[in-house]
Nanobody, 114 residues
């Protein structure tokens, strides 16, 4: 089970940190990632961190967002800086196992608005 937290309302230019923790399983077994979705659009990759700590980001968030993981805490984080209104979405935590099966959290809303 994946549980996200840290979403909310923030002004443009502000920052948020999302957290995702796993219960009942160790995150070290999974590639972990964050995706986001707005109504009427496909879910898109925000950031991904592999079991080996390699990272990649969606083009729209490079240089603003940072993904990290702490396997000792069974957690993955997304630090979001310089937020823009277009970052408004539901953010989902993702865990992918070694055979490609995906698991998803329930999502957390991020709203960037003045």
């Amino acid at each position: 089970q994946l549980v996200e937290s840290g979403g909310g309302l923030v002004q443009p230019g502000g920052s948020l940190r999302l957290s995702c923790t796993t219960s009942g399983t160790a995150t070290r077994q999974y590639h972990m990632g964050w995706y986001r979705q707005v109504p009427g659009k496909q879910r898109e990759l925000v950031a991904k961190i592999t079991r080996g700590f390699s990272v990649n980001y969606g083009d729209s968030v490079k240089d603003r967002f940072t993904i990290s993981r702490d396997n000792a805490k069974n957690a993955v984080y997304l630090r979001m800086n310089n937020l823009e209104p277009d970052d408004t979405a539901v953010y989902y935590c993702n865990a992918q196992n070694v055979i490609g099966i995906n698991y998803w959290g329930q999502g957390t809303q991020v709203t960037v608005s003045s």
